[in-house]
């Protein structure tokens, strides 16, 4: 059996301000992690986007738990240095990376700007390879780390004819950042897995409900969700025991909980 425990391990989770990443972050904490949570957002600016990276350590404090907070813009090379840096500096080295921010603009790929896809590409493409190049060396001498990139069905190719979402395009971008994150994921598992290195990506079954997701109209009435708990708790699963039993996946969350027999949330 996986000891699911992430006492005394630090972690990093990226766009953990809000939504997914703030649930994996509050999950880990639970676990006994140490936690650096990382996003943009410091002070709350919009209503449409609650949540800050203060709040999430905050949470995580009131719970009993340990965090620090660390201002992250992805799309600067010093920055993602300074996160790594300031959390080895306050928590000690790294154990787990989860890479959980994106930035998403919802437009034709026939005429996306390439100002916005470069942004796209720093964040969700560039910006996990070089956090894992900076947690890597690390992770590689001590012979132990987990590093998890969250991905998104939209990584998987439409079918044709194409419904209307598909036939207008405006997902095309961000699905080819997923697919692109994803098989970095497997081809880094496989350069890393002599060294005692866990690196998996993982995608919820359906659509989360997020302020991200719901501004975005992905979430109806009539649609099926997913908590952010049940990717809270894939999440762990695959941050916990050694490659040899969980690395190169390319997961679904409520499948892989199904699989290792699992519950979706931590205990009461």
Known sequence: MVDASLTGKVAIVTGASRGIGAEIARRFAAEGAAVAVAAR????????????IHDTVDAIRAAGGTAIAVPTDLTKNDDRVALVEQTERELGPVDVLVNNAAVTFFLPAATFPRRRFDVMVEVQVWAPMHLAQLVLPGMRERRRGWILNISSGAARHPQLPPNERAAGGIGTVYGMCKAALERFTTGLAAEVYADGVAVNVLSPKVVVPTPGTVFH???????ESEDPS????????LCTGGPAMLSGRVAVSQELLAELGQRTRAPA
């Open 217 to 223: 109209h992905l979430v109806s009435p009539d649609r």
């Open 230 to 237: 049940v990717m809270a708790a894939a999440a762990l699963a």
């Open 41 to 52: 957002t410091t002070v709350e600016a919009d209503a449409r986007f609650p949540g800050t």
